[in-house]
């Protein structure tokens, strides 16, 4: 199918963005999951906001120990940078999980966060990596965190006037081990549960459960029976109890418990 008529803008700074974005209009980014929508005429926007020529939006770029990632960064820049994988190597380990290379040359790291799918992959390594999500509308700025952010499949706090504009990505613990790992019946389709852990033994925990719920879940109760000692295997049990039924239960325990041991707890 083709898509219902839309009118096109493509602006070049935030501001004109901005200014674009209404109750009507959609902004585009890598196209990846919007297209297909277009297509099928499942989305029929107005109108549609094409991002891709605002530079001001597209980097990676290390401030006050802390990672800062534009919401127009390509998932591929964010699989190439040496800077992500030196300092935060969940997002390395996690990114070729992403679709295909193909997808990743064109989707954005933004268009992943904002699309909010609850099979995606990298909503959940950010939950674990307590990352804050700006986002920017004509004179006001918010920033979320990721409970803030996902209210549901699909759904995100963000306003139709308003875009994800920067990831913030707090700097890891000294010492800290992290290690992504997901279920999907074929490599490169949407999982069907996944786990992001970050473990400073003793100092710091935290599990990130996809396929769990909705949305990118944390396992509390886990990272806390993780911090006072526990072994892997009931860290495991205890996230699995978020998880709604048998089948996803077993499925979540034996991840968290193989991405535990691969962060070495
Ligand atoms: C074959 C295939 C396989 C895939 N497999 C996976 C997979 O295994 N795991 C996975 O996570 N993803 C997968 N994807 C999706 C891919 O990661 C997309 O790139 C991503 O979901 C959307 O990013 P995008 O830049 O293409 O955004 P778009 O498709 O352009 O936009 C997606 C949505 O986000 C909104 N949006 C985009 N940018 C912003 C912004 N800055 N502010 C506010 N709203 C914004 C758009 O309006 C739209 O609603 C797959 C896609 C394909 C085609």
Not at 199 to 216: Q, R
Not at 217 to 242: T, Y
């Amino acid at each position: 199918m083709k898509p219902a008529r839309f009118e096109y803008e493509a602006p070049y700074t935030l501001d004109e963005a901005l200014l674009l974005l209404d109750d009507d209009s959609r902004p585009l980014a890598g196209g990846q999951s919007l297209v297909p929508l277009l297509n099928f005429r499942i989305a029929r926007p107005a109108k549609l906001v094409d991002l891709n020529r605002i530079e001001e939006l597209a980097y990676l770029r290390r401030r006050a120990g802390a990672l800062h990632i534009g919401a127009l960064t390509r998932q591929a820049a964010l699989e190439r940078s040496r800077l992500v994988a030196d300092h935060w190597p969940l997002l390395t380990q996690t990114i070729p999980h992403v679709g295909h290379p193909q997808v990743r040359t064109r989707g954005t790291v933004g268009g992943s966060v904002a699309f909010a799918e609850p099979s995606a992959e990298l909503p959940v390594a950010l939950t674990a990596l307590d990352a804050r999500f700006h986002l920017r509308s004509t004179g006001n700025v918010r920033v979320l965190s990721a409970d803030q952010l996902f209210v549901g499949p699909l759904m995100t706090a963000l306003e139709p006037d308003e875009l994800l504009v920067e990831i913030e990505v707090p700097p890891l613990p000294a010492g800290a081990r992290t290690a992504f790992v997901e279920y999907a019946e074929t490599h490169g389709d949407f999982a069907i549960a996944g786990a992001a852990v970050v473990v400073a033994p003793g100092e710091h925990a935290a599990i990130a459960l996809m396929g769990a719920s909705t949305t990118p879940l944390r396992a509390a109760e886990a990272e806390r029976a993780l911090l006072e000692g526990a072994e892997p295997a009931r860290a495991a049990e205890l996230a699995a109890e978020l998880a709604p039924d048998g089948h996803r239960r077993a499925l979540v325990a034996a991840l968290v418990r193989e991405a535990l041991e691969r962060a070495g707890r």
